[in-house]
């Protein structure tokens, strides 16, 4: 057997892939604890560094784990002729440990060298520098040492400020009646300095944002970027997961700049809190935008450092994402503060899931803000032709796309008589996606209307699990078509205990066969997505 890890995980060969989604699955828990006993547990810069993340967008450690341990099970039986792989130090790793063939794939991998670092270390410097230099040139909100404050982290994606797709309108024009409760928001590299600069002019003038470059100097700016230097006492020997050392890939990962932006600006959020403390300027409460990102551990170790009396809530606005390990926190990182005191989940049924690792961490349920158009009137105006429309959507990450597409191109469904729209993510456009492929169907369009027109429009949804659109959909009562890419696709609706309203697919082969009219089951949908109500809404206030 010549075992490809170059390719994405649904394409694996058999039987190795199911090693592999196996070990996926249930190596999650030993692999957290292990990471919490090898990191250095006071360390921001620990708990900012690319290994100690778990996000898979960045960190390939535990994927290199899953790929070691399979081959261990499968070299048993000496079914192993030839490994290929793209990452050096892992093929050093296989080397060391198997007698075996390896290969490795440097097309796939594109040449990290001095120029590139030096390019995305200068970048960022230059994106942070420039957006801090021009919040220093706006008057600084005046904070009154009298009153307690509640800060919102959030981020902006227009300039127009009264609006807000992560928390919905709704909520802002329910806080813009508080006068002690700011947004602060969040920029980050690909957004366009121009757009930022005329959010940052236009949000100056409103009453309700707060800008933390304004409260930061440019020492503060300096000292998060030294980060680059003093990650390295963080380089060193590890302890071993399962008699394996992986100290090489971590201290790899521990030097890479993939994740810098969203490192400096979690630097910069301790600092923030810093600045307040000392400037003494009371909070009553603080709100983080819940991902566990290196950003989020910044703005939730220094708000819980600095204001220790404070309420501490991280609000997760997602439903039940096991493939994103970091959303659900490790017992060293609670015990390390650099995780909410609280979670807010924003339906009941996923508050277990979020104490998969470490039981004790605080959950309470809030309003599902941005999901509140579920509980209105639906205008299921589904055409008349049926088997005609069909509808993929996009999960926004790139390999999961790409996967997802190659997968319908294999299934041929574009050669019948469909009419086949692609709704793409708003953090993805289509157009990079399509870089990656040499053919693109030409009755593949990307569909112009917003994400529930585009649903109700749709005769059969197809997408991928990798995204918060599946249980919205299915929950719902929307039939969707899910191709099994991950090991978590089917594991999720197990669960959850939700059975009807979709079908999951491990051949592209299946997928013409599979548009027949579905069984529709409805599902209590306060139980996923918690209703907005006067009460509940008080969490926030």
């Known amino acids: 057997m010549i075992i490809d890890t170059t390719k994405h995980i649904s394409a694996y060969e058999d039987p190795f892939k199911k090693i592999y989604f196996n070990n996926y699955l249930y190596l999650r828990k030993k692999f957290c604890t292990w990471l919490d006993r090898i990191g250095s547990k006071k360390n921001l810069d620990w708990w900012i560094s690319t290994p100690a993340s778990r996000n898979f967008n960045y960190s390939k450690l535990f994927h290199y784990i899953c790929i070691v341990e399979s081959i261990k099970i499968l070299k048993k039986n000496n079914k192993i002729k030839k490994i290929i792989v793209e990452n050096k130090d892992l093929e050093e790793l296989i080397n060391k440990n198997f007698n075996l063939n390896i290969s490795r794939n440097t097309e796939k991998k594109k040449n990290i060298n001095f120029l590139n670092n030096f390019s995305i270390i200068f970048k960022t410097f230059f994106f942070h520098s420039i957006i801090y230099f021009f919040c220093k040139l ?200 650099v995780v909410p005191e609280t979670i807010l989940s924003i339906g009941a049924i996923y508050n277990a899931t979020k104490k998969e690792f470490y039981n004790n961490i605080k959950v309470e349920n809030a309003p599902a803000l941005a999901y509140q158009y579920l509980y209105k009137k639906k205008n299921t105006n589904i055409l008349k032709n049926n088997n005609k429309r069909i509808l993929i959507i996009l999960s926004g990450f790139l390999d999961d796309d790409i996967s997802l597409l190659k997968w319908i191109i294999k299934s041929n469904v574009h050669k019948k008589e469909h009419n086949i729209l692609i709704k793409e993510h708003p953090i993805l456009k289509f157009e990079e996606i399509k870089k990656h492929f040499n053919f693109i169907p030409k009755n593949f369009n990307l569909s112009k209307k917003n994400f529930v027109d585009s649903v109700n429009e749709s005769n059969f949804l197809i997408c991928s699990g990798a995204t918060s659109a599946v249980l919205e959909l299915v929950v719902q009562g929307k039939y969707c078509i899910i191709p099994k890419l991950n090991p978590f696709d089917e594991v999720i609706f197990k669960r959850l205990k939700i059975s009807n309203n979709f079908k999951v697919l491990d051949n592209p082969l299946k997928l013409n066969k599979s548009f027949n009219k579905p069984k529709i089951k409805k599902y209590k949908i306060n139980n996923f997505f918690t209703k907005l109500t006067k009460k509940n809404i008080k969490i926030f206030l």
């Open 138 to 337: 706006k008057h600084r909100k005046k904070l009154y040492r009298d009153k307690k404050f509640i800060l919102v982290d959030t981020f902006i994606n227009s300039s127009e400020v009264e609006t807000n797709r992560f928390y919905s309108n709704k909520f802002i024009s329910v806080i813009n009646s508080k006068k002690n409760i700011l947004l602060i928001p969040a920029f980050f590299m690909g957004m366009g300095l121009t757009k930022i600069f005329k959010i940052i002019k236009d949000g100056s003038k409103n009453k309700k944002y707060l800008f933390r470059e304004q409260y930061l100097n440019f020492y503060d700016i300096i000292n998060s970027f030294l980060f680059i230097y003093r990650r390295n006492k963080l380089i060193r020997k590890h302890r071993k997961f399962n008699n394996v050392d992986y100290s090489k890939i971590i201290n790899s990962e521990i030097k890479t700049n993939i994740n810098l932006s969203s490192q400096i600006l979690g630097l910069q959020n301790y600092y923030f809190f810093k600045n307040l403390h000392n400037s003494k300027i009371k909070i009553k409460k603080t709100i983080n935008w819940f991902e566990n990102q290196p950003l989020d551990k910044g703005w939730n170790y220094g708000s819980r450092i600095f204001y220790p009396n404070s309420k501490s809530l991280g609000y997760q606005a997602v439903t039940y994402f096991p493939q994103y390990m970091c959303l659900n926190p490790t017992k060293e990182e609670c015990l390390s503060k």
